[in-house]
């Protein structure tokens, strides 16, 4: 649907939100927004993309729908403090795990292997020419959005 109403209907279903399991799988939501949008629709993506397998679908849907994929990072997910020995849990899947923060070379690896998985992310919707707006859970997302859009106005 088009219009402000609708519009603000959706934000509000998203924030309001409450998930049933703490998973992520992107391709499963893809593939229902496929089977139930029988026309063309512009489909926002909204993750932070830490999932597996997703990739034919975006592909897929892409194909079918005008996606725009909105990338959430918080910044404490991509750099550890130097707190000591900590106890972490995979969102994902739920596993424990041990962690020693004090040592450098651990900081600098986690750090490293997020980068390298938002450069990934970022080169997908890249080559798939999906539209991408990251957005900093540390920064206010206004302006980026605005931007965002205005941008896609004029070449549009």
């Given at each position: 649907k088009k219009g402000r109403g609708h519009v603000w209907r959706v934000i509000k279903e998203v924030l309001e939100h409450q998930p049933r399991s703490t998973g992520t799988d992107i391709a499963a939501a893809?593939?229902?927004l496929n089977t139930v949008c029988r026309r063309r629709a512009v489909a926002f993506l909204i993750s932070d993309f830490i999932a597996r397998d997703y990739e034919k679908a975006l592909n897929v849907i892409h194909k079918k729908h005008e996606v725009?994929?909105?990338h959430i990072r918080d910044p404490r997910e991509q750099e550890l403090p130097a707190?000591?020995?900590v106890e972490l849990e995979d969102a994902e899947t739920g596993e424990?795990?041990?962690i020693d923060t004090s040592d450098?070379?651990?900081r600098k690896a986690y750090q490293l292997v997020t980068a390298k998985r938002f450069q990934q992310w970022l080169k997908l919707v890249r080559s798939a020419g999906?539209?991408?707006l990251d957005i900093r859970t540390d920064a206010p997302y206004i302006d980026t959005m605005l931007r965002f859009f205005r941008m896609r106005e004029k070449r549009l």
């Open positions: 893809l593939n229902y725009i994929a909105i707190v000591g020995i424990p795990m041990l450098g070379a651990v999906i539209d991408c």
